[in-house]
């Protein structure tokens, strides 16, 4: 039962690999980022591409919510979604968001921050060539985060979209694109015994070590 399940008693002692040292960043977030992904991949953790990602709406308060990342580069984290979902919408009136990479499983955390912008229309579309023809279907069906009676009614839409699609290709709904956030800084997090964590912070200015 729930009521027995005694959380502030839960903890995991962390630690038993080397130490995440400045040194690791010499070659720049990117390649640190990329390191950890790997290791999140071959350590075969779910959803390894998930962000928790994090904005305020136009009264500024915060909501979040998982969504996959679709491109790490250079030019910061890019993930897709509907333009008129309610996390769109929220970015349109404060540009700025933060996103997680939440790989608790290796003990790390990959945090990225900064303002927001609209990928090109060509980055859209050869992303969206890219994804399944029931995923394509499944962004016509919704109009994200709008309320609906039922689920049939969401089943219903769906019908109706793959009827209206049966003969050609899916192309990229008008109101549907990518998004990017720029690294205004990027801060890697690595768990600690007794909780002394190491945190590293990359900005303009450099590398910065916070206190955990």
Excluded at 17 to 34: C, K, P, Q, T, Y
Aim: net charge negative; glycine share 8%.
């Amino acid at each position: 039962m729930t009521e027995n399940i005694d959380l502030a008693d839960m903890r995991v002692a962390y630690g038993g690999d080397d130490d995440l040292e400045e040194s690791d960043l010499a070659g720049g977030w990117l390649a640190l980022a990329r390191v950890w992904l790997q290791q999140a991949i071959d350590a075969r953790l779910p959803e390894p591409n998930a962000i928790t990602l994090a904005t305020v709406d136009a009264d500024g308060r915060p909501a979040t919510r998982t969504v996959l990342c679709k491109e790490l580069s250079e030019s910061g984290v890019v993930f897709y979604t509907n333009y008129g979902s309610a996390k769109a919408s929220h970015l349109e009136s404060t540009p700025f968001a933060s996103a997680t990479f939440p790989w608790i499983g290796i003990q790390r955390q990959l945090t990225v921050r900064g303002p927001v912008t609209r990928v090109s229309a060509d980055e859209t579309a050869a992303y969206w060539a890219t994804r399944p023809r029931g995923s394509q279907l499944g962004a016509w069906a919704s109009q994200q985060s709008s309320p609906i009676g039922s689920r049939q009614d969401l089943e219903l839409q769906l019908a109706d979209v793959t009827d209206r699609f049966e003969n050609g290709d899916v192309p990229v709904p008008p109101n549907w694109g990518g998004l990017r956030i720029a690294p205004e800084s990027v801060e890697f997090w690595q768990g600690r015994n007794n909780r002394l964590h190491n945190r590293l912070v990359v900005t303009a200015s450099g590398v910065e070590r916070l206190q955990p």
